[in-house]
């Protein structure tokens, strides 16, 4: 039986420092379909994962090969219902895609391979990101946080004023107020960060 997790630790990217670092051994047979206990307290449930991988689509002028890694990424991030500990492989496999479809793209805009120094994923990236091949506007996981984004600047605004009494309220952020926090938003460290999937323009 794996180890349960700290209370409140639910950071997939900081996995080894929630979940004391086991031996996890292959599963007996009898209980190969039996989900992962630590979902108990992660929340979502296997018809919701599913439903959430299902909602991400690369747009239809993706490599094959590189669509192919990020579905590979998205079966495993769904089978993590069963064995957690898939969870930081899927996400390595979706920054391996998103490093191919960088150098797919270099390849198809500049006749060529990138060199040895600009072949690091970090490079490439901040390079999509200069050109214009990246936008945060592509990022649909990045529209709740700008719209509380947008919601904390209207209250923040609201408060400075000196006449507010106990009772008021905000209006809920437009799509077009998420849009255009959304320009605003730099994608490249949050993309180094949390390898997010884009679709490269």
Known sequence: MPEEPHPGCFDFQSWSNCYPMTLEPLRPLLDVR??????????????????????????DRVPPQVAQLFETSKNLSLYAWFVFRFHPIAGFL???????????????VYGRPPSSKEKHFKAMLEHARQHLWIKAAAFQSLAP???????????????????????????????????????????GPRLSRRHRIFVIR
């Open 34 to 59: 039996a989900p992962d206990p630590r979902h108990r307290l992660a929340g979502p449930t296997l018809e919701t994962m599913h439903a959430t991988l299902a909602e991400i689509r690369l747009h």
């Open 145 to 187: 946080i700008a719209a509380r984004r947008v919601d904390e600047k209207k209250l923040f605004e609201l408060l400075k004023d000196p006449d507010l009494g106990e009772a008021f309220s905000t209006v809920p952020a437009t799509p077009e107020e998420i849009d255009a926090e959304l320009e605003e938003m730099d994608p």
């Open 94 to 108: 979706a920054r391996a895609s998103l490093e191919m479809a960088l150098r797919e793209k270099w390849e198809s």
